[in-house]
């Protein structure tokens, strides 16, 4: 250990201390002695317990200097000082043992001139020193050992060391000698302290010191007197110090030892961390996202394995080449300008680029950059990470076009031109430019789909798109919104209303005609056309619903009007379309709210007698008052309505024949109701006729159903089957309007029938019109051909019915005889008749 020089100065000041007040000690034994005769104290224990304590001080001394030795630490001489303090200690322990006597002193001055003699041998020249050092200390020992045991075994052959209590020339000869070869080696050990600074060198060179003073005092001195007594504890005070500062060298080595650890330790992990950072930086590069590394320079220094993969060029390609080799050119000057200034400006750039691969294909992908700069601020390389993207762009083009376009014309969807349309009126009101919105419908396309199938349909819907497409401009928009419905959106046309509405109708004119070419639907020609709707605009005062619903309404105004045709959309229409819903949304409240009424027009066989009646049905709305059937039945019959309202009209009808039931002038009374065509192909029909007849205990005799010719239009089976089904409960059977459908004939003699009605159109014009007269003749004659009851409405004359009667009808209704009443109304004219 190297001392500070505070340390220094304090040992110094510490072996002083201890050196002069062994002096002291000295020169206060002789001065007691010299005032009388001398004061002997005779303790063998404690000269017992202060040899033992300096031999066993010197034998730690002498096993920390060995420690200290093989780690470079203590003295200069570590080996030299350990063999002469081993060596002392194992005879000064010998002497401690022994009775006052010859080997008393005899143990007590080998131990002096045989250290003295050891120490001194630091004066050896190094070179000597090192050829004999590894075995001095082990000799050293076995000399002490054996000379101390031969003193034991062979107590004659010791030289005679005292006589009359003093020491004798002898035993000071030995004394003397050693502590000059001590101080010999005293002042080797200072002259090496002063080149090699150690305090060990220094404090073992004043060790010799206090022991050669304490060896020359022997020959002043006797056996137990104070002198004898203050050279003891000189000696063991020179062997404290040095264990003190040996001690406390070891300390500083076990605290330095302890240090270093620390510090090892702290490497040892900052290495594994470096290490594991730079396993998991090693994997990381070979991840599948390319890694490209380029100096400040932007000169490409290192690239992965994923980079050689995506772009197809290998390290070698690249390294010292500027990355502007990837570039496809799709991206401008201003892109990498503004790209750089966010790199130099944040650290960092991230985003889409395209690029193109070694091969020259250009692709996507999704780049972020990232410099790296040194502590002291300055950029040193740049990392640029990037994934292949084609595989999700693709993918999100996908999406896109299912979300935006239909799949089998690769036309805008509704979803897509909705939003178009928006855009475009917001263009419109910053412009102030009408634009136009064409719907169309291709005529009977679902009989094509019906006769040849879906797939020619399908070729015939791609062909429509394609023709149409080639009837406007790049920036229209054609759309299919749904089956065999396109809508067309034609923007910026013009300022002036009627020019515009001239230019539209030129374009709705010409994809009217391109769309009614035939069509080649593989081996098969189909002939159709389109009912077109057109609806102008200008800003965004009408939402995109709006829009779409007068193109759609003008687009059926075309298809009534006769079918292929263009119709601009009419306010007026508008207003009727409103109404409807309107009224629709009322009629929806007239049966729980107990609005509707029937009223009941008599009926009269061929005496002019009343034998029955028609319920027809009324609605008394609260606000708009009586609603005719013209108006509110249409409006029930294309929506589910007329489902409700027909069960209300026949459980009214099953009411209200159970009341006559119980009056003898109305017992025998008839009551024929309507049936619509969708009430009766209801399946449990027949049931809820059943139940209803049960619940009120009604005659199903005195019940009479009309049915429209509608009803049997199609699955004439079925229909026959349910009349049928009717028959066998009794119910009487009528079909309403006869001669105005188009197969009355043919099925006539299928249905079982009770009574056919001649419609009013026929007996209008009876007594004028040949045609009508010849046609209510033929129906006479063909229900008296079948047994049918025939039954004429609408008798308003006296004339028509002069002509019914002698063309053989049967039964007669109409306002010649009484229009359709309430209940009391009817019930008080009965009374009268």
């Known amino acids: ?22 002096l002291l000690i000295q020169a206060l034994s002789l001065l007691l002695e010299s005032t009388g005769s001398p004061m002997l104290v005779q303790n063998p224990a404690l000269h017992g317990a202060i040899e033992m304590a300096g031999s066993v001080i010197a034998a730690m001394v002498a096993y920390l200097l060995l420690r200290l030795n093989a780690i470079g630490e203590g003295s200069s001489f570590n080996y030299q000082i350990a063999a002469a303090l081993s060596a002392m200690s194992c005879l000064d322990g010998l002497h401690a043992l022994m009775p006052a006597g010859e080997t008393f002193v005899w143990l007590h001055a080998l131990a002096t001139v045989f250290g003295g003699l050891l120490f001194a041998m630091v004066w050896l020249p190094a070179t000597a020193q090192k050829s004999t050092l590894r075995y001095r200390f082990f000799a050293a020992l076995l000399v002490a050992i054996l000379s101390g045991a031969g003193s034991l075994l062979w107590p004659q052959l010791i030289p005679q060391m005292l006589e009359g209590g003093r020491f004798t020339p002898t035993a000071v000869l030995l004394n003397n000698s050693g502590g000059a070869l001590l101080l010999l080696a005293s002042l080797k050990l200072f002259l090496t302290y002063r080149q090699s600074g150690r305090p060990e060198d220094l404090l073992f060179s004043f060790q010799c010191l206090i022991i050669a003073s304490a060896a020359l005092m022997f020959a002043q001195s006797h056996v137990w007197d104070l002198p004898w007594w203050g050279w003891h504890v000189q000696r063991l005070a020179g062997y404290g110090l040095s264990l003190w500062l040996v001690v406390k060298t070891a300390k500083s080595v076990e605290a330095k030892t302890l240090l270093s650890n620390q510090l090892l330790t702290q490497q040892i992990e900052e290495r594994r961390r470096v290490e594991s950072q730079l396993r998991i930086a090693a994997t990381t590069f070979e991840t599948h996202e390319a890694i490209m590394i380029t100096d400040a320079n932007a000169n490409i220094i290192r690239v992965n394995h994923a980079f050689e993969v995506i772009t197809g060029y290998s390290q070698e390609d690249v390294v010292g080449r500027n990355p502007r080799i990837l570039r496809s050119g799709r991206q401008s000057t201003e892109f990498y300008a503004a790209m750089w200034k966010r790199l130099l400006e944040n650290g960092s750039w991230t985003g889409e680029i ?28 740049y990392v640029s990470i990037f994934s292949d993207i084609t595989t999700r762009k693709q993918a999100e083009e996908e999406i896109y076009s299912l979300a935006f376009y239909d799949t089998l014309t690769r036309l805008p969807n509704r979803r897509f031109v909705l939003d178009r349309i928006q855009q475009a009126q917001s263009a419109s009101a910053r412009s102030n430019q009408y634009g136009a919105l064409l719907f169309l419908d291709m005529d009977r396309f679902k009989t094509l789909n019906d006769t040849l199938g879906h797939d020619h349909g399908d070729i015939f819907l791609i062909d429509v798109a394609k023709r149409m497409r080639g009837c406007v401009r790049d920036m229209d928009t054609v759309a299919r919104i749904g089956g065999d419905e396109f809508v067309i959106l034609i923007e910026e046309i013009g300022t002036n209303a009627n020019e515009v509405s001239q230019k539209v109708a030129l374009i709705a004119e010409k994809i009217r005609a391109a769309l009614t070419e035939p069509y080649q639907l593989n081996d098969k020609e189909h002939l159709s056309s389109p ?22 309404m003008a687009m059926y105004q075309a298809k009534e009007s006769g079918r292929n045709a263009v119709r601009f959309f009419d306010p007026a229409m508008q207003y009727a379309v409103e109404t409807r819903a309107a009224l629709e949304a009322e009629l929806r409240h007239a049966v729980p709210d107990g609005q509707l009424r029937l009223h009941y027009q008599v009926q009269l ?44 009209v026949l459980e009214s009808a099953c009411r209200q024949l ?37 619940i009120h205990r009604v005659d199903p005799a005195r ?123 009817f019930e008080a004219a009965l009374a009268e008749k």
């Open 605 to 648: 066989d061929s005496e002019q007698r009343p034998f029955g009646a028609e319920g027809l049905i009324r609605w008394m709305h609260p606000v708009r008052g009586m609603v005719s059937p013209a108006q509110f039945i249409p409006i029930a019959e294309d929506s589910s309505l007329i489902q409700e309202i027909g069960h209300w």
């Open 1 to 22: 250990m190297t001392g500070t020089g505070s340390e220094t100065l304090r040992l110094r000041i510490m072996m002083v201390a201890v050196f002069t007040l062994g």
């Open 354 to 381: 395209w690029d193109k691969r070694k091969n020259g294909q250009v692709y996507p992908k999704w780049l972020t950059i990232t410099a790296v700069r040194n502590d002291k601020g300055e950029t040193t390389e």
């Open 531 to 552: 009912s077109i709707g057109v609806c102008l605009y200008r800003g965004n005062e009408q939402t995109v619903d709006t829009l779409l619903k007068h193109a759609d």
């Open 703 to 825: 019940l009479k159903l009309e049915l429209t010719e509608s009803v049997v239009l199609n699955d004439v089976a079925e229909v026959v089957a349910r009349m049928h089904a009717l028959k066998a409960l009794g119910v009487g059977l009528a079909l309403d309007d006869f001669g105005t459908g188009y197969s009355s004939l043919s099925y006539l003699k299928q249905l079982p029938l009770d009574q056919i009605k001649i419609d009013q159109s026929f007996v209008r014009n009876i007594t004028n019109d040949v045609d009508d007269a010849i046609m209510v003749q033929t129906i006479i004659s063909l229900a008296q051909h079948f047994r049918i009851n025939v039954i004429a409405e609408g008798v308003e004359t006296q004339e028509q019915l002069d002509f019914l009667r002698q063309n053989g009808c049967m039964a007669y209704q109409g306002y010649l005889f009484g229009r359709p009443v309430p209940i009391e109304t």
């Open 658 to 694: 159970a009341l006559w039931s119980e009056r003898e002038q109305t017992r025998a009374l008839t009551l024929a109701i309507n049936v619509s065509a969708q009430q009766f192909k209801k399946h449990e029909f027949v049931d809820t006729v059943a139940a209803l007849l049960r």
